[in-house]
C-alpha cells in the first residue's frame, strides 16, 4: 500500500511581509495625504469662518442705528410738528414707523405709519407728556440712495439722513414736559 500523504504534495504559499501589513512607504504617503487634506479642510473651514466673521462685522456696522434726542415744551404740540421721510427719485422704500409712550410708568407701543417716498406726518396729536420714542425701521432700493429723516416744527429743526446700506433704522426720542 501506499501512503497518501507522501504522493499529495502539500501546498505552500509564502507571501512576502510586505503584502501582510501596509508597506512603509505606502504608510507614509496614506498619512502624508491625510494629513494635507485635513489642513486644506481646515484652512478652508478657517478661512470661510473669518469670511462670515467679517461679512457679520460689515453687516452689524451698516446696521447701526441713528438716534436723536430733543425736548419740547407741551404748548410747542399746539401747533404742527411734522415728521418727514425724504426719498431720490427712483428710490422704493419699505418699513414702518411706530410710537411707543412712556407717561405715568404706562407704555404704549403701535403703528403710526408705513414708510413710502415723500412721507409728511403730524406729530403733535400723537405725542404725549413723557418720553416718546419715534422708530423708524425699514429697507431701500437701490442701496446708493439717499433717505432723509426730518422734524420740523414752530421752534424744531432736526435732519439726520442715511445712505450706501439700504437699511433705514433711526429713533427719535421726543421728551415732552
Same mark, same amino acid.
Given at each position: 500500500?501506499?501512503? =497518501?500523504?507522501?504522493?499529495?504534495?502539500?501546498?505552500?504559499? !509564502?507571501?512576502?511581509?510586505?503584502?501582510?501589513?501596509?508597506?512603509?512607504?505606502? =504608510?507614509?504617503?496614506?498619512?502624508?495625504?491625510?494629513? %494635507?487634506?485635513?489642513?486644506?479642510?481646515?484652512?478652508? %473651514?478657517?478661512?470661510?469662518?473669518?469670511?462670515? !466673521?467679517?461679512?457679520?462685522?460689515?453687516?452689524?456696522?451698516?446696521?447701526?442705528?441713528?438716534?436723536?434726542?430733543? $425736548?419740547?415744551?407741551?404748548?410747542?404740540?399746539?401747533?404742527?410738528?411734522?415728521? @418727514?421721510?425724504?426719498?431720490?427719485?427712483?428710490?422704493?422704500? $419699505?418699513?414702518?414707523?411706530? %410710537? @411707543?409712550?412712556?407717561?405715568?410708568?404706562?407704555?404704549?407701543?403701535?403703528?403710526?405709519?408705513?414708510? @413710502?417716498?415723500?412721507?409728511? =406726518?403730524?406729530?403733535?396729536?400723537? %405725542?404725549?407728556? +413723557?418720553?416718546?420714542?419715534?422708530?423708524?425701521? +425699514?429697507?431701500?432700493?437701490?442701496?446708493?440712495?439717499?433717505?432723509?429723516?426730518?422734524?420740523?416744527?414752530?421752534?424744531?429743526?432736526?435732519? $439726520?439722513?442715511?445712505?450706501?446700506?439700504?437699511?433705514?433704522?433711526?429713533?427719535?426720542?421726543?421728551?415732552?414736559?
Amino acid at each position: 500500500m501506499f501512503n =497518501i500523504a507522501k504522493i499529495t504534495p502539500k501546498i505552500r504559499i !509564502y507571501l512576502p511581509l510586505e503584502s501582510w501589513f501596509f508597506p512603509p512607504r505606502l =504608510i507614509f504617503f496614506s498619512f502624508f495625504t491625510l494629513t %494635507l487634506f485635513w489642513v486644506t479642510i481646515l484652512g478652508q %473651514l478657517s478661512t470661510l469662518a473669518s469670511t462670515n !466673521y467679517a461679512e457679520q462685522a460689515m453687516s452689524s456696522q451698516q446696521m447701526s442705528y441713528q438716534e436723536n434726542s430733543i $425736548t419740547l415744551n407741551s404748548e410747542e404740540l399746539k401747533r404742527p410738528l411734522y415728521l @418727514k421721510i425724504e426719498t431720490s427719485t427712483n428710490t422704493k422704500i $419699505t418699513g414702518e414707523i411706530s %410710537l @411707543k409712550t412712556a407717561h405715568n410708568y404706562e407704555e404704549s407701543d403701535r403703528a403710526i405709519a408705513t414708510l @413710502k417716498n415723500n412721507l409728511n =406726518i403730524d406729530l403733535s396729536p400723537l %405725542l404725549q407728556p +413723557g418720553k416718546n420714542t419715534i422708530e423708524i425701521m +425699514g429697507s431701500y432700493e437701490p442701496k446708493s440712495a439717499a433717505v432723509t429723516v426730518q422734524l420740523e416744527g414752530k421752534n424744531t429743526q432736526s435732519t $439726520t439722513s442715511t445712505q450706501g446700506t439700504g437699511i433705514v433704522q433711526q429713533k427719535l426720542i421726543i421728551h415732552v414736559l
